[in-house]
């Protein structure tokens, strides 16, 4: 299986694998709706092309898709050209976008050998990274995973201050090994997430409690992000914030 090599920046070179999640259509909004949401996935991706360092393995995984062909944006095409692509159409977190993510990152450990890497890093994929900063921070240290849970600064001026007692899982990392074991975890509490509402970010942080796992917490990220909502016009400044 091909994998797309990113040699596009100076830098720390290390094998280690970039899995990048998406959902690009949803069924119940509108065509004009959905083709806004693919272009801002287009301009995400490329960003993320541009700061990724050397030696990286990229795989974008997207759950609405059956086929390329099904994407509506030009612009979204040309970002993910030349890149691995698996589509699995199978959403499985419809009212849990978490769940639906976590499903989708056991489909890609099916389809790629994490073993073969020694870092697995996991990024939900309509984020604008603004730098390689999460990138060489988690690849730089000798601890076993690398999470965050930075709080909301927007555009506007309201600062948000997040939950406590949860990782982020916008962006997080760890050695291969710890992330099969987070998949093993992971899946046998899927449907009680999906049924309860239980977020992703609960079940990571339970996960490295429990497992009492070493790990580097990074206070920010550098991740622009749209708290989109289909009341609003899509690109609706006061729902962007930098985390």
Known sequence: MHIRHVPRRKGLIMKS???VFSSFKLEKSTPEYNLDRQKEYAA????????????????????????A???????LKESLAGCKILLTRQ????????????VMLIQASQAVN????????YCTGRKFFTCPYPFDKALET????TVSNPDFQFLTGEFREVAKNMFND????????????????????LQMMEELMINSESNLYEFIQQKKIDFQFLEFLGIIRNEQNTRDPYLAIENFHIC
């Open 44 to 67: 995400c991706y490329r960003q993320l092309l541009r700061v990724v360092p050397d030696g990286l393995d990229v795989l974008f995984v997207d759950n609405s898709i059956r086929s």
């Open 91 to 102: 959403n499985f977190g419809e009212r849990n976008k978490g769940v639906g993510e976590l």
């Open 170 to 189: 916008m962006f997080f990392a760890m050695d291969s090994i710890r992330m099969i074991q987070f998949i093993e975890f992971t899946k046998p509490r």
């Open 142 to 145: 000798d601890k076993p995973v």
């Open 114 to 121: 994490f073993t073969e890497y020694k870092k697995v890093l």
């Open 17 to 19: 694998l970039v899995v």
């Open 69 to 75: 062909d099904e994407i509506d944006s030009i612009e």
